[in-house]
C-alpha cells in the first residue's frame, strides 16, 4: 500500500500562528522552560475574565444549549445581532439575513464554498490574518494580495487593488480593523473600495471583529453601512471584543440587493444546514454580550488595559534602534518594522526562531500574515503592561548585535 498525500489543495496552506514553532515552544515547555507566547490573540490565557453579563446569561442554561437549534442560529441571538448590525448603520436587514457560525473562521468557509469555482479569484490583503488566503485555496479558488501601504499608515492601496481586478476576480476581503496591522480604516478608504467594488461587479467580506475594540477617541465604520447597492458579508463575533474565543460565537450578515444573491444565499443555507448548527450553548452569550458595550470600552479607554499594555508596548519598541513602526488605534496587535540591513536578515522565521531560543519569547514573523518581505513581525500586546514592557526590552537586548550571518544565532 502506497503512503496518503496531502491533497494538492493544501499546498499553499499555512498557519504560522501556531505552526512549526509553535510545536518547538511545546517542546521546549516540556523541558521545563518559560516561554511568552505572543503568537496568538487569546485574552483568556493572559487574564482577561468572563464579563458579568455573560456569566449571568450562562446561568442555570445547561439545557437550553442539548437540543440542535436553527442552522442559521437561535432566534434571540439572532435578533440581537440585527440589532446590533443596524445600529452600526447596516440598512435592509432582519435575523433571516444572519449566519451564526462556530467562529468567524467557520464562517468565512461557509462565506467562500458557495461563491468559488475552481480558480476564481478573491482579492485578499496583505498584511493579513491567514485565515481569508488559506480559505480561498481550500475553497478552490486563489488568494490575490493586494498591499496595505506602511507609508500611508497601513491603508489599502487602492491603485493596487485596481491593477489586481480581473475577468475572474470575485470579491474584495477588508479586514477592518486589520490583523496583524492593529490599524483602523478611515470611512474615505472604505467608499473607494466600495467604488472599485461596484465598478466590476464584485462582493465585499468584510472582517470586522474588532471593531468594539478601538481606541483613541476614534469610531469603527462598517463597510456595509456605506453603500446598499453592493453585496456584502460583513463578518464579526464575540471572540475578541468579550474575551469568549473558546465560545466559538461568531456571525456573517448578508446585505445589498437580494436579487444578486439569491442564489448564493441558497449555498449558504446548503452549508448551514449540512452542518446542523452552532454550538447551541455557546449561543446563548450573544444578547447579553452585545448589551454589554462597557466590557470592550473598559478595555480600550485610557487607564483600561488594552489601553495601557498598547502604551507599554509602544514606548519600549520606541527605544529599540532598528524597529521602526505604526502605532496601532484598535485591537491589540502592532506590526513593527526590523531594519533588514542593520540585522541582515534574509529569513523572518529565521529570525524568530533565533528570538525563541533565545528570550524564550515566541512570535509569529510578517511571512505568517502574508507579507511579502522579510522585513516584519507582529506582537499581540495581551500580557499585563509590566509583562509586556520586559519582554520587548529582551528583544532589544537581543537585536542589539544580532546578525543572521553570524554563526552565534545559526
Request: glycine share 8%; with cysteine; charged share 25%.
Amino acid at each position: 500500500m502506497e503512503a496518503f498525500r496531502k491533497a494538492k489543495r493544501m499546498e499553499h496552506v499555512h498557519s504560522d500562528i501556531r505552526g512549526p514553532l509553535y510545536m518547538e515552544a511545546l517542546e521546549m515547555q516540556k523541558k521545563g522552560m518559560d516561554i511568552l507566547k505572543l503568537n496568538t490573540g487569546n485574552p483568556a490565557v493572559f487574564g482577561f475574565e468572563v464579563p458579568e453579563s455573560v456569566k449571568r446569561a450562562m446561568e442555570d442554561c445547561a439545557e437550553e444549549g442539548m437540543a440542535y437549534c436553527d442552522f442559521r442560529g437561535r432566534r434571540d441571538a439572532r435578533e440581537a445581532i440585527c440589532e446590533y448590525e443596524k445600529s452600526k448603520g447596516i440598512k435592509g436587514i432582519d435575523p433571516d439575513d444572519i449566519f451564526i457560525g462556530n467562529g468567524v473562521s467557520e464562517v468565512v468557509s461557509f462565506a467562500l464554498l458557495p461563491l468559488l469555482n475552481s480558480a476564481d479569484e478573491v482579492l485578499v490583503p496583505s498584511p493579513s490574518y491567514s485565515l481569508w488566503g488559506n480559505s480561498v485555496c481550500l475553497a478552490g479558488g486563489r488568494p490575490v494580495f493586494y498591499t496595505c501601504d506602511e507609508k500611508a499608515d497601513w491603508a489599502p492601496d487602492l491603485a493596487d487593488i485596481k491593477k489586481k481586478v480581473t475577468a475572474r476576480t470575485k470579491a474584495i476581503v477588508i479586514i477592518n480593523p486589520n490583523n496583524p496591522t492593529g490599524v483602523l480604516y478611515q470611512k474615505e478608504i472604505l467608499l473607494e473600495i466600495i467604488q472599485v467594488a461596484r465598478e466590476n461587479g464584485l462582493m465585499i467580506f468584510s472582517d470586522e471583529i474588532y471593531d468594539r475594540l478601538v481606541m483613541d477617541g476614534k469610531q469603527h465604520v462598517s463597510t456595509a453601512a456605506l453603500a446598499e447597492d453592493v453585496p456584502m458579508v460583513t463578518m464579526n463575533g464575540l471572540s475578541k471584543s468579550h474575551c469568549l474565543c473558546g465560545y466559538r460565537c461568531g456571525w456573517m450578515v448578508l446585505s445589498g440587493p437580494r436579487a444578486l444573491t439569491d442564489e448564493y444565499r441558497e449555498g449558504i443555507v446548503q452549508m448551514t444546514s449540512m452542518r446542523l448548527c452552532a454550538n447551541a450553548l455557546a449561543q446563548v452569550a450573544i444578547p447579553a454580550a452585545l448589551q454589554d458595550m462597557e466590557t470592550p470600552a473598559s478595555m480600550v479607554r485610557p487607564g483600561g488595559r488594552l489601553y495601557e499594555q498598547r502604551e507599554a508596548a509602544v514606548r519600549e519598541l520606541q527605544k529599540i534602534d532598528g524597529i521602526s513602526f505604526v502605532k496601532n488605534d484598535a485591537a491589540f496587535y502592532i506590526f513593527p518594522r526590523l531594519d533588514v540591513r542593520k540585522f541582515g536578515i534574509t529569513d523572518d522565521k529565521k529570525f524568530a526562531r533565533d528570538l525563541l531560543y533565545n528570550t524564550h519569547i515566541l512570535l509569529v514573523p510578517g511571512s505568517g500574515f502574508d507579507w511579502h518581505d522579510p522585513d516584519h513581525f507582529r506582537i499581540v500586546m495581551l500580557p499585563q503592561a509590566e509583562v509586556l514592557s520586559d519582554a520587548i526590552r529582551r528583544m532589544g537586548t537581543f537585536l542589539d548585535g544580532y546578525h543572521q550571518d553570524w554563526r552565534k544565532y545559526a
